[in-house]
């Protein structure tokens, strides 16, 4: 049972490029967290939101919660070869079976 | 390096057989949890504990067991192996029991390779 759907599940892009990569749920999360993962690694995090609306800058990063806390969005501003990686979003949900739960995953190329 | 430690970094074994992963926490965090990674379910949570207690229960079946000793590391316990249980299993730990609340430290992984 896949819950956090993301797309687009690939994306190469040219260095300089704007994207946005989406999480979506039906599903209400009291939080979301936006992680990158590398290869031969475990992921590291880059943002957490709680709060329906709640928008965070992280330098060239800006993440977005939904107000209905159901989905969120992740947008690179200028892409470089750095930002490459494997983005997943990863919701917790206060109650249900699955509680922590973590989307399918975008790889993203930034090519030089 | 996230301070978090995972042994062995890699493990083969035959199908119905039994493994132990290890996971040491960051200095200080009293929850760990597991995760599991393959290519065709992405990263799936299995279970966490909270100063060696079961805090919360993810999509673990019941082949795998974990527990959390009084020095905080971790185990986590595959039996009865199938070929589909080849994966990379990852450890994290983070201060406090809240899962959103505070940030997770992934280790390393140990890959799983059932055959």
């Known amino acids: 049972t896949q819950l956090l759907e993301q797309s687009p599940q690939f994306l190469s892009i040219q260095e300089g490029e704007n994207l946005t990569v989406y999480c979506n749920s039906s599903?209400?999360?009291?939080?979301l967290q936006w992680y990158r993962q590398e290869p031969g690694e475990g992921p590291v995090l880059l943002v957490t939101?709680?709060?329906?609306?709640e928008v965070k800058k992280l330098k060239r990063l800006t993440f977005q919660f939904g107000d209905a806390r159901k989905d969120s969005s992740l947008h690179i501003t200028a892409a470089q070869p750095g930002d490459t990686g494997l983005y997943l979003c990863?919701?917790?949900?206060?109650?249900?079976?699955?509680?922590?739960?973590f989307g399918t995953g975008t790889r993203l190329k930034v090519l030089a | 390096d996230s301070g978090v430690t995972q042994t062995p970094k890699h493990l083969i074994t035959a199908t119905g057989q039994r493994v132990t992963l290890r996971c040491s926490p960051r200095?200080?965090?009293?929850?760990v949890y597991w995760y599991q990674q393959s290519l065709d379910q992405g990263l799936q949570f299995l279970i966490q504990?909270?100063?060696?207690?079961?805090?919360a229960k993810g999509n673990i079946l019941e082949r795998f067991s974990a527990q959390q000793f009084p020095d905080l590391h971790s185990e986590l316990n595959l039996s009865s192996l199938e070929l589909g249980d080849s994966a990379l299993y990852f450890c994290?730990?983070?201060?406090?029991?809240?899962?959103?609340?505070?940030?997770?430290?992934f280790g390393p992984g140990t890959r799983l390779t059932v055959t």
């Open positions: 994290a730990s983070s201060p406090g029991a809240g899962w959103g609340s505070y940030e997770q430290y």
């Open positions: 599903s209400v999360f009291s939080s």
């Open positions: 939101v709680v709060t329906g609306g």
């Open positions: 990863a919701g917790a949900r206060s109650s249900g079976t699955y509680k922590y739960i």
């Open positions: 200095s200080g965090d009293l929850s």
């Open positions: 504990y909270y100063n060696g207690e079961e805090r």
